[in-house]
T-cell receptor
Framework: DGGITQSPKYLFRKEGQNVTLSCEQN?????MYWYRQDPGQGLRLIYY???????QKGDIAEGYSVSREKKESFPLTVTSAQKNPTAFYLC???????????????FGPGTRLTVL | AQSVTQPDIHITVSEGASLELRCNYS??????LFWYVQSPGQGLQLLLK??????LVQGIKGFEAEFKRSQSSFNLRKPSVHWSDAAEYFC??????????????FGKGTKLSVIP
């Protein structure tokens, strides 16, 4: 089955600890994205990557870091510098083919992070 | 910068009634427009998208949306709502970056409740 997996589904951490969220896709997509969702706020872009070993900051990158060492994987680290890390985190991927009608962002099931 | 407005935070309809969810966008060029649906605690599923061409777009689950450039709108409609349609709906605008992938700007969402 092709798709995007995120693990774990629920994650609890103590304040001040870094935590890494996993995102893996087997869709052979070039581009991957991380979004943060807060109640009543919609989704906001944290980071995105269009190709291996390259990534760009989104609208709310402060306190987060990413890596893209493999095409299939785009892990997100929530650092202790993130002031309000409790949220629902969604990973997405797309084929990165400008203007193609098949170019759609597909989303994983999400990870709910709670910082205690 | 582009922006998306979903004026209705919460809508309640009776099962079998028609539905229209509003979406207005602010964007300088011809936008790429999307509607996604999210069930509680889940990821986002694409309902439909508009890239170009016919302004009336058909999607999955019996949904359709109409792009109206003069009104900067992309409203989602369904002629007869089913109880399983209860979820949160997000409208989004896609902005292409230089390399081919695009960033999505989301509205804050409309929560749909369905009365049996």
């Amino acid at each position: 089955d092709g798709g995007i997996t995120q693990s774990p589904k629920y994650l609890f951490r103590k304040e001040g600890q870094n935590v890494t969220l996993s995102c893996e896709q087997n869709l052979n997509h070039d581009a991957m994205y991380w979004y943060r969702q807060d109640p009543g706020q919609g989704l906001r872009l944290i980071y995105y990557s269009q190709i291996v070993n390259d990534f760009q900051k989104g609208d709310i990158a402060e306190g987060y870091s990413v890596s893209r060492e493999k095409k299939e994987s785009f892990p997100l680290t929530v650092t202790s510098a993130q002031k309000n890390p409790t949220a629902f985190y969604l990973c997405a991927s797309s084929i990165a083919s400008r203007g193609s009608t098949t170019d759609t962002q597909y989303f994983g099931p999400g990870t709910r992070l709670t910082v205690l | 910068a582009q922006s998306v407005t979903q004026p209705d935070i919460h809508i309640t309809v009776s099962e079998g009634a028609s539905l229209e969810l509003r979406c207005n966008y602010s964007y300088g060029a011809t936008p790429y427009l999307f509607w996604y649906v999210q069930s509680p605690g889940q990821g986002l599923q694409l309902l439909l998208k508009y890239f170009s061409g016919d302004t009336l777009v058909q999607g999955i689950k019996g949904f359709e949306a109409e792009f109206k450039r003069s009104q900067s709108s992309f409203n989602l409609r369904k002629p007869s709502v089913h109880w399983s349609d209860a979820a949160e709906y997000f409208c989004a605008v896609g902005l292409y970056s230089g390399a081919g992938s695009y960033q999505l700007t989301f509205g804050k969402g409309t929560k749909l409740s369905v009365i049996p």
